[in-house]
């Protein structure tokens, strides 16, 4: 059972353009969203995340948007960039954030 | 600060044969995990522990696959007897409790791991 879906599985953007990579959850007990991002070769690294209290969240180029009631957030990233290319995973944990469900990923390209 | 170091990076075996993994977390932290990460999917949580203690190793295939983690600092993965669909990364994290409430997790490289 996939408690954490993502979509879509792979997407290419330009260069400046906002990203948006869409995820959705079935699990309400889940009250914290991490999101990671994924270079080849690499373990994930934490990039941003929110809390189920807040509907949004902003570091820099990339904001979350979370909706609790339609178990769905988003992650936008805006002026892409090529180094932004790698596989970004949603997240989600149980209280205290001890223990992480990943979605399946989507693999972000940017074109020059 | 070091990161999550594993070994080794890379691992290739026949079906029926035994591979171990050893991770070494960051200092303090006194959480760590071990998570599958089949290719083109995201990481699956095996096992973890806090200090020297088991927490959670409902994920873990326990008639082929151990973890222990003796001092409450470096751990190691066990596979015995492995299977084709073993193939995937192996990844350790560690993270510090008693801090933020939502502590992040520290991911390492991984061990990519193919059974032939």
């Known amino acids: 059972q996939q408690q954490v879906r993502q979509s879509p599985q792979s997407l290419t953007v330009w260069e400046g353009e906002t990203a948006i990579l869409n995820c959705s959850y079935e699990n309400s007990a889940f009250d914290y969203f991490p999101w990671y991002q994924q270079f080849p070769g690499e373990g994930p690294a934490l990039l941003i995340s929110?809390?189920?209290?807040?509907d949004k969240k902003e570091d820099g180029r990339f904001t979350i948007f979370f909706n609790k009631r339609e178990k769905k957030l988003s992650l936008h990233i805006a002026d892409s960039q090529p180094g932004d290319s790698a596989t970004y995973f949603c997240?989600?944990?149980?209280?205290?954030?001890?223990?992480?469900?990943f979605g399946s990923g989507t693999r972000l390209l940017v074109s020059p | 600060e070091a990161g999550v170091t594993q070994s080794p990076r890379y691992a290739v075996l026949q079906e029926g044969q035994a591979v171990s993994f050893w991770c070494d977390p960051i200092?303090?932290?006194?959480?760590l995990y071990w998570y599958q990460q089949p290719r083109d999917q995201g990481p699956q949580l095996l096992v973890y522990f806090r200090d020297e203690a088991v927490i959670d190793n409902s994920q873990l295939p326990s008639d082929r696959f151990s973890a222990v983690r003796p001092k409450g600092t470096n751990s190691t993965l066990k596979i015995q007897s492995a299977k084709q669909g073993d193939t995937a990364t192996y990844l350790c994290?560690?993270?510090?409790?008693?801090?933020?409430?939502?502590?992040?997790?520290?991911f390492g490289p991984g061990t990519r791991l193919t059974v032939l």
């Open positions: 997240a989600a944990s149980w209280p205290g954030g001890y223990k992480v469900v």
């Open positions: 994290a560690s993270r510090r409790t008693g801090g933020a409430h939502y502590a992040e997790q520290f």
């Open positions: 200092s303090g932290h006194d959480t």
């Open positions: 929110i809390l189920s209290v807040s």
